[in-house]
């Protein structure tokens, strides 16, 4: 059977020294050491050779589940979980599918269907359906805001949008005169409430549910005309941080090599078979979820939704019991912040007893032992591993770096194996990962076996490649093809040579890992996975005639922005003046009615320049001094220099975090 001919690559073992090789050749080409170098086979595209499209890989889950539960959701917080097989799932995609064709959408790339939901059995069967006819679905997520979803909508000209809920249906109505191609709009609850159907029926829109939708393409079935390989999955669009929002063109043929290439470098973990179950609660419409429940797919696994609200999670997993947990650093952190203010907060004889406890295990962790049988599990940690199911034995992060104590803590308290991922959606999600058995935090593991990397140098920032640190690139089969309609985005992404162009710092470890260690550009990622573009808020909240100057800050292990604002004298002494509030510059501020006034002028202008929540600055300290090019702090073409007013101010942007919840 082709199931069995499993890339051999999948049955390697990764060397902890030497996790990378180096290819022959000025460039320094990193591959993984579980690639093929007997047979020059430097990268993987698929595990199996009947399985070459996200589809293929989801009904190849259905065959060796022997139909076995699919998605899985809980009706309320009283209830279990109910589940649907890969049948039913596959028969529902098909209905959903049909009925796109019986509303007239060709079963090609040309057709591009919009989803716009936060992650429910709907979703995924919408997607599917999509792909059993070759169309293109194209996610929608909250913090695009109603700017960002018309522009992609009229980018890409969609006429269809599936939505979850009224409220969506409702603002998408609220705004038709601005998004001349939409038709149609499907919404998964039900019934649908007068006032949607008042304004679909003034907007000459039709509106329908997901329900009628299925049954429209039962009563009307098309035989499915599934996508190839090199057609379009998705049209993946960023947050546009630094402008309106780019797609990335994501091909089946690249999510098939990424999930193939990231089960090759977990596979010996074993977490991924069917009977084994995963809660989805990470976005779908973002790279790491939706690729991570290809892989589910391709092994028959089983996913269980959660509620929809963040805050019934842990709620959702104590039933679900789920043997996978996909985390990012925001959650992970957050967790291991609680569990241990309830340690440090326990009685002295508790606290003892687990710090014990912790340094027995701490003994197998370091050595790649991850269990959960030990007296220490029976006795101390069972609770707390209750609070995640039970079950979990793999856990992997993604989308900014964690905390090396948190990621110390799963591994022993938890007792799982928990990888670290490092990518972007331009390779559909993956490129490097750390490796089952690795213990070291401080790096985001090797390559993963579908993709080369290397660093280039970048002179202006001192980084060389002769000395293993520059930009990192990726090159392989899970390179996205480019940005949808914007060419020039593309050739500043792609080189002539199809090496991706990451804008992360790099530098090779000796044991063929790699660390991020920098921005080429000054953009950074929040805990939550958000990308920010510091400048683009300084320029907003220097709008304020309050406002002078600005330097905009955030860190990884962080969820906010902070700021060092220096005001405009002038104006803050007329305020100060009109206010009655005497003093100098110095202790103006000091003062806290003049915090109070420039925090009201941070909302007012921030709401003013369309700032997304994650953009806003939370905290703020108020300098006196100016930034200048006498003082060190302005380049002579008068722009921040960044990490001179960093280290300048760490005292104050330290004091700031630790005033922020």
């Known amino acids: 059977m082709a199931d069995e001919k499993i890339n051999p690559s999948a049955r390697k073992k990764v060397d902890l020294d030497r996790q990378s090789i180096v290819l022959d050749g000025d460039e320094r080409i990193h591959v993984s050491s579980l690639c093929d170098f007997g047979n020059k086979e430097y990268t993987i595209s698929k595990l199996y050779d009947d399985v070459t499209t996200y589809y293929e890989g989801f009904l190849r889950g259905e065959r060796v589940s022997n139909d076995g539960p699919c998605l899985g959701y809980r009706p309320d917080g009283d209830s279990p979980y109910k589940w649907m097989s890969y049948s039913q799932v596959r028969r529902k995609a098909h209905y959903f599918g049909s009925a796109l064709v019986e509303k007239g959408f060709t079963a090609t790339n040309d057709s591009m269907i919009g989803i716009f939901s936060q992650n429910r059995p709907e979703w995924v069967i919408s997607d599917l359906g ?6 293109v679905t194209v996610p929608l997520y ?6 960002g979803y018309e522009y992609i909508i009229n980018l890409t000209d969609i006429k269809l949008i599936v939505v979850d809920d009224m409220e969506k249906a409702s603002s998408l109505l609220s705004q038709i005169d601005k998004l001349p191609t939409l038709k149609h709009i499907v919404i998964m609850d039900s019934p649908i409430s007068d006032e949607v159907n008042d304004q679909a029926r003034k907007a000459n829109i039709a509106v329908v549910t997901f329900d009628e939708m299925l049954t429209l393409g039962e009563n009307n079935p098309h035989d499915p005309q599934p996508c190839k390989p090199d057609d379009l999955a998705l049209i993946r669009f960023t947050s546009g941080t630094t402008g309106v929002p780019k797609g990335a063109m994501t091909t089946h043929k690249g999510i098939v090599a990424n999930v193939s290439a990231i089960y090759s470098s977990i596979i010996r973990f074993h977490s991924c078979a069917p009977g084994s179950v995963s809660i989805s ?14 892989m589910l797919f391709l092994h028959g696994c089983s996913i269980g939704f959660f509620r929809g609200d963040v805050k019934t999670l842990v709620n959702d997993m104590q039933v679900l019991k789920p043997d996978i947990f996909p985390s990012v650093p925001r959650l992970a952190n957050k967790l291991y912040d609680k569990i241990m203010g309830g340690v440090n907060s326990s009685s002295f004889i508790k606290r003892s007893l687990f710090n014990l406890a912790y340094r027995l295990k701490l003994g197998d962790a370091m050595r790649g032992i991850f269990r959960r049988d030990t007296w220490c599990d029976y006795l101390v940690f069972s609770k707390v591993q209750a609070l995640l199911g039970g079950n ?9 770096p964690i905390a090396p104590e948190a990621l110390e803590f799963f591994r022993v308290v938890f007792g799982v194996q928990i990888c670290e991922a490092y990518g972007q959606t331009e390779c559909v999600a993956g490129a490097a990962c750390t490796v089952p058995g690795e213990t070291v935090a401080g790096h985001v593991g090797c390559p993963i076996p579908c993709n080369m990397m290397k660093v280039v140098d970048v002179p202006e920032m001192g980084y060389y490649a002769a000395n293993d640190k520059g930009e990192v690139c990726v090159k392989g089969p899970n390179v996205f093809k480019g940005y949808y309609k914007n060419k020039e985005k593309t050739d500043e992404a792609l080189d002539a040579d199809g090496w991706l162009h990451t804008g992360d710092i790099g530098q090779w470890l000796p044991n063929g890992t790699l660390k991020i260690i920098d921005r080429k550009k000054h953009i950074y990622k929040l805990a939550q996975g958000e990308y920010v573009a ?8 220097t709008r304020s005639g309050l406002i002078a100057q600005a330097f905009v800050y955030g860190e990884s292990l962080k969820s906010s922005n902070v700021a060092i604002i220096v005001p405009d004298e002038d104006q803050i002494q007329k305020y100060a003046d009109a ?5 100098s510059i110095e202790d103006l501020c000091k003062n806290q009615k003049i915090r109070d006034a420039i925090r009201t002028e941070l909302s007012n202008v921030s709401n003013a320049g369309n700032l997304c929540g994650f953009e806003k600055v939370r905290e703020f300290s108020l300098q006196p001094e100016q930034f200048s090019i006498e003082n060190g702090l302005l380049t002579p073409t008068m722009k921040n220099k960044r990490v001179a007013i960093k280290e300048r101010y760490q005292a104050e942007i330290d004091d700031m975090y630790s005033r922020v919840q």
């Open 130 to 135: 999509c792909m059993a006819f070759s169309m």
């Open 142 to 147: 909250s913090t695009l805001g109603p700017k």
């Open 281 to 294: 609660y990470l976005p779908l419409a973002h790279a790491y979820e939706h690729t991570l429940d290809g």
């Open 392 to 400: 979990v034995t793999w856990m992997i992060t993604g989308s900014a």
């Open 534 to 541: 510091p400048e683009k808020i300084e320029t907003v909240i």
């Open 579 to 583: 206010n009655h509030i005497s003093g």
